[in-house]
């Protein structure tokens, strides 16, 4: 599903920044597997967040898979350049990114004298090959699930390296933990500013919900888009033109995972109406920027395919934004092409500090505060590596996001494009017919991203900015 978030608001003013020389607090909260679904479903998020600041209309994620995108997010590299590609080992998961937790947006923040804390999830097979009691480097607050991760209870938490045990009973439900942690780690103060990633595992499958929310959504069914069990798949590379159509058993699957996933984000926001009240009630509000994404989004039917994600079609690679805090204008949009790989390097500008010379991404801070002018991207990396483990996933692939354009080349030779303004749900692949000029304009400002490291990357995403908005097929 992938529906507008919000309509801009014109010449909304911005809030005030902030008058104390202390830097601001930053909190990111980092949802799993949820796509551009509309907020508006969502009270605490839609009002406390979107129509009190910024949505970011076209924000990607590095990979559209939880553990590559996350350590994007730590360190503000693309997936060939930290090379997690995948969720578990060897290829992936937390063991292949722990060599590198020595330099992460936790370790640049608390050097930049800030309190951190990251409560809830970190990365898939935590704490495979360590102690349950392991912290890594860069938090002080720490409240990570090491078993069950996806079941919301009966898990065991790493709390600040005691092994606590979680039951069953209501108050035992994930998200509420997590909750009632980050309002306890927001109201607490030792004179330095916070930084605190919350990690909810909503709405990632099964999509346990609490019980008060389990009558929700009752009537819901998954979007109908044009692209839902896609009917004309002959343009399509050959693991997608294998894909029979979905049965009607398979669609009543999909319809019942669309409530589960709809209540699952009801503890969300329950979750973001909490976290704002606290920031409240300590006067902390004003002073504290709340970043609200998604490490990568999900499909539900579209394109023939099962729920899931790991594809390079835009209900997998583009995922919400909304950002509030001083200086951001409320109820505005900001339409630049941004990604995963810009948040940690914008924590640090918000904190007063630079990120390391390895850092890919752009702080968003100019955009935050309003620059139009400021020179930026006119096309987005996402990457894709398809481990042995998981033969049901797409192929490896990497994709070329511009304003109009996606292009996509698999590791099998075979190729997509969508004209995304004549062709939004991305229903024909016109890699075959379209200006062999364009397609190797394309190819190559591809090649320039994928082998870009630390500052190149800000140059290979930055150049031909008007062909590309407007190519002649």
């Not at 990365?123 to 409240?143: F, H, V």
Request: glycine share 6%; net charge negative.
């Amino acid at each position: 599903m992938t529906l507008v978030l919000c309509t801009a608001f014109s010449g909304a003013p911005a809030r005030d920044e902030p008058t104390s020389t202390r830097p601001p607090n930053v909190v990111l909260i980092l949802t799993d597997d949820l796509d551009t679904t509309d907020l508006q479903r969502f009270p605490n998020i839609w009002n406390l967040l979107v129509q009190q600041g910024a949505v970011f209309s076209r924000f990607f994620a590095t990979n559209p898979w939880c553990c590559p995108s996350r350590s994007s997010i730590l360190r503000s590299q693309y997936m060939h350049s930290h090379q997690v590609e995948s969720n578990r080992p060897p290829t992936g998961g937390f063991p292949k990114f722990r060599a590198l937790e020595d330099s992460t947006v936790g370790t640049w923040m608390r050097s930049a004298g800030y309190r951190t804390g990251l409560l809830g999830k970190y990365l898939n097979k935590y704490p495979l090959g360590a102690s349950r009691r392991y912290i890594p480097p860069g938090w002080d607050r720490w409240a990570v699930p090491v078993t069950r991760l996806y079941q919301e209870y009966g898990y065991a938490l790493n709390d600040d390296g005691e092994i606590v045990q979680h039951g069953y009973e209501p108050e035992d439900y994930l998200e509420d933990v997590l909750s009632r942690e980050a309002d306890e780690f927001v109201s607490s103060s030792d004179g330095r500013p916070f930084f605190l990633y919350l990690a909810p595992v909503a709405p990632h499958q099964p999509a346990n919900h609490a019980e008060r929310h389990a009558a929700a959504f009752a009537d819901e069914v998954a979007p109908r888009t044009p692209s839902f069990d896609q009917q004309d798949m002959s343009a399509e590379p050959s693991w997608l033109r294998e894909k029979p159509p979905l049965s009607p058993k398979t669609v009543r699957r999909i319809d019942e995972l669309h409530r589960d996933r709809l209540r699952a984000m009801l503890g969300v926001d329950d979750m973001v109406g909490a976290l704002v009240a606290a920031l409240e009630r300590s006067g902390q509000l004003d002073d504290t920027y709340i970043f609200f994404t998604s490490d990568n989004g999900f499909h539900l039917g579209q394109h023939r395919l099962h729920p899931g994600k790991t594809t390079p079609f835009e209900e997998d690679i583009r995922v919400p934004l909304v950002v509030r805090g001083p200086g951001v204008a409320p109820g505005s949009t900001i339409d630049r092409l941004c990604s995963t790989v810009d948040l940690a390097p914008t924590f640090a500008e918000l904190g007063g500090t630079a990120p390391p010379p390895f850092a890919e991404g752009r702080s968003l801070v100019p955009l935050l505060r309003g620059d139009g002018d400021v020179p930026w991207r006119d096309a987005v990396l996402v990457e894709f590596f398809q481990p042995p483990y998981a033969p049901y996933a797409a192929p490896s692939y990497s994709v070329l996001r511009t304003e109009r354009y996606s292009y996509v080349e698999y590791g099998t030779g075979e190729r997509q494009l969508y004209d995304l303004a004549a062709d939004p749900y991305e229903l024909r692949n016109i890699a075959a017919t379209a200006d062999p000029f364009l397609v190797g304009t394309f190819s190559a400002r591809l090649a320039l991203l994928r082998n870009c490291s630390g500052a190149t990357c800000r140059m290979a995403d930055a150049n031909s900015r008007s062909l590309l908005r407007s190519v002649p097929r």
